[in-house]
Nanobody, 116 residues
Framework: QVQLVESGGGLVQAGGSLRLSCVAS????????RAWYRQAPGSPREFVAH???????GYADSVKGRFTVSKDSAKNTLYLQMHNIKPEDTAVYYC??????????WGQGTQVTVSS
């Protein structure tokens, strides 16, 4: 079972920046998509951004223009660069790798807290 480990969360002031990382414990030798989700207290988990297996990159409207998702396949790592962070970005951020053959891995999450 592949393990995903997120890091990079923390406490940041509104307007600041953070970079989240998600490292997979091993290389997945198939075409997979990689995504970031987040969940705020009392709210359902929501999509943030993804890099599809095709290379297509998509963002939720709420983060478009502020967040950038990228991957380093050689390092089995997915990143989320966050700029101009807002209080409403406060949430636990999760990475998700999914693809054919039932591949659906989730990390344990990293907390991002934004102070106004």
């Amino acid at each position: 079972q592949v393990q995903l480990v997120e890091s990079g969360g923390g406490l940041v002031q509104a307007g600041g920046s953070l970079r989240l990382s998600c490292v997979a414990s091993e290389t997945i030798n198939t075409d997979i998509s990689r995504a970031w989700y987040r969940q705020a207290p009392g709210s359902p988990r929501e999509f943030v951004a993804h890099v599809a297996a095709t290379g297509y990159i998509g963002y939720a409207d709420s983060v478009k223009g502020r967040f950038t998702v990228s991957k380093d396949s050689a390092k089995n790592t997915l990143y989320l660069q966050m700029h101009n962070i807002k209080p409403e970005d406060t949430a636990v951020y999760y990475c998700n790798f999914f693809g054919p053959g039932g591949i659906d891995y989730w990390g344990q999450g990293t907390q991002v807290t934004v102070s106004s």
